[in-house]
């Protein structure tokens, strides 16, 4: 228990807490000012009741707006949350805040400058005297001590004066600490969230998710394509070493650059998931060198994304399970985005691998069709998708 009262006297966040609490004596002094300003002229001989209640209301008004404003609140909550060592969230941006936050948050004001005042008047009274008695101790501050008397004790009982001042440190000490901790306790109760700013909270935190399984699909898609590519092009480079050196070189150069393109995809998601990182253009239908019926301008930048992601899954897939002839790729572009992807069936093709699931996933979700089938030996992927 002892170890306990020291260790919370020697803390540094004791200390934290007790400068959030002069921060609200601060912020208090110009109401206090106000106060002993409206006290006078209450007391002034002739002095005119009416108008002075009629000020004193304007002024009370006036005097309340800081405490329901948003702005105070966003900065009582990183105030609390450095000092206080509240985990507390930042106010969502965009979201009004209702009666209850409101209320909640003026509370909070009128209670943090309510103790605040008190932390700064007992420092500013108990701490210079508890100073004084202990330093006449010393033989310093004998003139201040000058006539003292404390109930039966006076300025010569220099040992109990002392001890009086060392106490009144100590509870001086106790008594920030414990309102410090108190209002550790309340602000999660006053400046938490509210059900509204909870809802926005739980949305960014789904959207978020969406957007990372988004990135990982992507990621999936483009380095197996890059991977399934660079298989092929090594194994038919193997096949054909020492006997065609041109298709060699060729597919040697093809490796390379599939590499540099998936490396600029994952470059591409990390940057994503990297908070402040650099984010790389993401890859079109533009960048297909391939012939388009239409116009792609039509295509919405969102639509043209995921369209060459479901190419590209598509395309790893004919080049998976295909015979190894090249794929057929056809984009047409009318009143929807039609992609028809057509190669010749080989001995391991899938009407439901993974790819395919991924193409169907991104399909439903830009509220496309996609239609996947065999027939005379060929195998045709047809995706619809609405402009």
Known sequence: MRAAVLKSLSSGSTYRRGVYLLLGGVIALPYALLAAMFAMMFTQEGAQLGMIIALLTVTIVIASVPAFLS????????????????????????????????????LWFAMHLLAGGVVALVLLIAMPMALALILQQFGAAKEAMAGLRIGPLDEHDTGWLTAIGVLLLVVTAFAVAGLGALAKLMAPALLGPSAAERIVALEAQSRQFAERNRLAR?????????LTRTTLQATAAKQLLGQDDAFVAQALSSIEETGRAAMADLDHVLGLLREGGTVTPQRTLRDL????????????????????????????????HGDGQPAELNIVVQDDLRLTITNTVGNRARANGRGLQGMRERVTLLGGTIHAGGDDGKWTVDVRLPL
């Open 289 to 320: 060198d391939v012939a388009v019926q239409g116009d792609l301008a039509r295509v919405p930048a969102m639509i043209s994304r995921e369209a060459y992601q479901i190419v590209q899954e598509g395309l790893t897939n004919a080049a998976k």
């Open 71 to 106: 702005g105070t609140r966003a900065l009582q909550i990183v105030a609390a949350r450095s000092l206080l060592d509240v985990d507390l969230p930042d106010q969502p941006a965009g979201v009004r805040l209702d009666r209850e936050s409101r209320l909640r948050s003026a």
């Open 218 to 226: 992507e990621l999936h898609d483009s380095i197996g394509h890059a």
